[in-house]
């Protein structure tokens, strides 16, 4: 079994799902003999041939809408836009039309697509290839978001968004596309849309992230940790609809939460879980709630970004905040 | 050096003029001899304006929400509609009633989407076809979708679309032009140009001399009919779908007509637009031409026209009352908010629609 990056693991998805089902089809800008602005569909034209793996005319309002047309038909398109900045050409066609096909029609026809794109920020990219625009997606109601934070994650929940029958919007951190490698078996088994994965156990706060995010939340769970502070690390991954018992079970538990996402704060997700655990688990609570997030600021250039970036020295801080409230 | 390298034409085609008469000095389709085919074609046509002031009315007189009317498109329409095949694929936008009716859409579908009642668009016409779809020239892509898949399938099968002259400046129709040269699409793409984009009239929407034009630009094969002229816009829908399902790629018709009524049942186009030029368009409208055609061809009377009219009141009536038994007697459920959002209800939207049973609408749906 081959250790693989998260980049890898998304072409690993792809392709097994390709072979599996002849109905996939990847559709995007330089996706076929160049294999994608960053490789993630690498050798798919080779494989599977130029009417497996259609490389586009440039056009973003095209590939939604052309996608929409043959996911109603039997197809299930897997859309790339080349960068999440560029995606929102494409919010007419996955708002008016994917999200609601199905139930503007009773049922009578479909939108089994997805739509992936690299995603936020830190990797140095040029203007308007850094955002973290989850909360866009994730508040139209019929569609669902997934955001993977691993090899294997990334691997299982991606054959799962394609399986999906209705429309998923799959963004990819690419900031940890290749951050670290795992073993990934290509055995075809998916991982579970609308749940939340717990990565570490923990029973004085719960750190609650997604995303590239992963990486510096699992950094400060081991900084706290020196200072004796037990942090139990969920990773949300579906952020709509988000998968609140996990979160509310742990927090139940805890009685603290620091919620961390790279995005900015207003209206971010983050708001929404925050939100939710107001609702159904405040009397568990012992601490204020807290949010370590992205700056309601436009993304600087890369010279800066690293300041808008949320750190691990961020999140350390935000928990030992709460953690003083006994 | 300079050289041209390229250039360009757009032919117009017209059989029959606004009298009713054939054009001399071409050669007429054989359509202008099949009095039959040519009398079924002009039943729906007076089938789909009866339909249509009974629709109005209904509005103005509450039954009915906003309602895009289609006087004076039903030439037009018709030739859409009749030149398809069943296993072909219809994007219409939202006034295209006549086309959808020869695909088996019932009027009581069309009364229930504009009665505010979504099953509307699950309609009796075939499960492959689009629903109406209000985002201008959006169905242009979706229906290039569709053709992709057939070609990508193998399928002899033809994807279908329509947009207005307003939808004609969207990037949406541009794109999907684009895509269907790419990738030679069994496409047609119809611009049902009715000369007003609500209320910009076509001379403020760009100096093109023609709409096709755009088509051309793209690489497609464009051509512009009368669209008033039911011989003229069939034959060239025959021509373009031909094309599509023998493999020879996708194009563009721009049919001109004229929407004689407001853009919507919410619009007053009074205040926009001269009454001499509406006037001046009732002359040229498609039923009486046909009309005129075919009593001069000896098809047609009087007598004929009476009985179908008052058979066409009766179809009116009775989807009138299909629509407002089903609306009244079997309203849809408050679960059905919830039901259709996706294949399988996520858990917040069960608890959600816990709350929505608990607390329907004072009145209920209406």
């Known amino acids: ?274 939100a939710g655990l107001a609702e159904k688990a405040i009397w568990h609570l012992k601490a204020p709630i807290k949010r370590v997030t992205g700056y309601d600021t436009i ?7 690293m300041n808008y970036m949320p750190s691990t020295e961020r999140i350390v801080s935000a928990a030992n905040e709460i953690m003083e409230f006994e | 050096m300079a050289a041209t390298i390229a250039s360009f034409k757009v032919d117009f085609f017209q059989f029959l003029d606004q009298e009713g008469r054939l054009v001399d000095g071409v050669q007429i389709p054989a359509l202008a001899r099949d009095t039959k085919q040519l009398e079924s074609l002009y039943r729906l046509m007076t089938l789909t304006r009866v339909f249509d002031k009974k629709a109005v009315a209904l509005q103005r007189t509450g039954k009915l929400g906003t309602y895009a009317s289609c006087l004076g498109h039903e030439a037009a329409h018709v030739a859409i509609g009749s030149a398809m095949r069943e296993e072909d694929c219809f994007a219409p936008m939202y006034r295209e009633y006549a086309a959808q009716f020869f695909r088996g859409v019932k009027m009581s579908d069309v009364l229930m989407y504009w009665g505010g009642d979504e099953r509307g668009n699950d309609f009796a016409g075939p499960k492959h076809d689009f629903p109406w779809c209000v985002p201008i020239a959006t169905q242009c892509l979706h229906a290039a979708g569709a053709a992709l898949a057939y070609k990508l399938h193998g399928q002899p099968r033809v994807a279908v679309s329509v947009v207005g002259d307003g939808g004609s400046s969207k990037g949406d129709f541009l794109e999907a032009i684009n895509a269907a040269s790419a990738w030679k699409l069994p496409l047609v793409l119809v611009i049902v140009n009715n000369q007003w984009a609500i209320s910009v009239p076509r001379a403020k929407q ?76 009732w002359k040229k409208e498609p039923l009486l031409r046909l009309r005129n055609y075919l009593t001069d061809q000896g098809h047609w009377d009087q007598v004929k026209e009476e009985e179908l009219l008052s058979e066409c009141a009766e179809r009116v009536n009775a989807a009138v009352e299909e629509y407002q038994d089903r609306i009244n007697n079997d309203p849809q459920p408050i679960d059905s908010m919830f039901n259709y959002m996706f294949k399988d209800l996520p858990h917040h939207l069960e608890e959600q629609r816990e709350i929505a049973r608990r607390f329907p609408a004072k009145g209920g749906s209406h």
């Open chain 1, 299 to 305: 993304m600087p250039l890369y010279r800066s970004e």
């Open chain 2, 206 to 281: 760009n100096t093109a001399r023609t709409l096709a034009q755009k088509g051309i630009a793209g690489g497609l094969p464009s051509i512009q009919v009368d669209g008033n002229d039911l011989i003229a816009s069939r034959w060239a829908m025959d021509k373009a779908i031909a094309a599509a399902r023998e493999g020879r790629g996708a194009s563009v018709i721009e049919m001109l007509t004229y929407r004689l009524s407001d853009h919507t049942t919410a619009d007053d186009a009074r205040r926009y637009r001269d009454q001499d030029e509406v006037d001046s368009a």
């Open chain 1, 1 to 274: 079994m081959a250790e693989i990056t998260l980049v890898e693991a998304v072409t690993l998805a792809l392709a097994h799902e390709m072979e599996a089902d002849p109905t996939v089809v990847v559709f995007g800008e330089d996706v076929g003999v160049n294999g994608g602005v960053f490789r993630a569909t690498a050798g798919l034209q080779q494989k599977f041939g130029d009417d497996r793996v259609l490389d586009t005319p440039l056009a973003e309002v095209m590939i939604a809408g052309m996608c929409v047309g043959m996911a109603s038909q039997g197809m299930k398109p897997v859309a790339e836009a080349q960068f999440e900045g560029f995606m929102y050409p494409m919010v007419d066609h996955i708002v008016n039309h994917a999200a609601r096909l199905r139930h503007r029609t009773r049922g009578r026809m479909s939108c089994p697509v997805v739509f992936r794109a690299p995603w936020g920020g830190g990797i140095h990219a040029p203007e308007h290839h850094s955002d973290s625009n989850e909360a866009t997606w994730a508040h139209f109601p019929g569609v669902r978001t997934v955001i993977p934070s691993s090899p294997s994650r990334a691997y299982g929940l991606l054959l799962a968004a394609i399986r999906d029958p209705d429309p998923v919007v799959f963004l990819e951190p690419k900031r940890i596309y290749r951050w670290q490698r795992e073993e990934v078996e290509d055995n075809g088994e998916e991982l579970p849309l609308d749940v939340c994965f717990v990565l570490r156990d923990g029973t004085d706060i719960t750190l609650v992230t997604w995303g590239a995010m992963v990486k510096e939340t699992m950094e400060a769970a081991l900084e706290l940790e020196k200072s004796g502070v037990s942090a139990e690390v969920i990773d949300v991954a579906t952020v709509a609809p988000i998968d609140m018992e996990t979160i509310i079970e742990s927090v139940e538990k805890t009685g603290r939460c620091v919620i961390v996402h790279e995005a900015p704060k207003h209206c971010g997700v983050g708001g929404e879980i925050a």
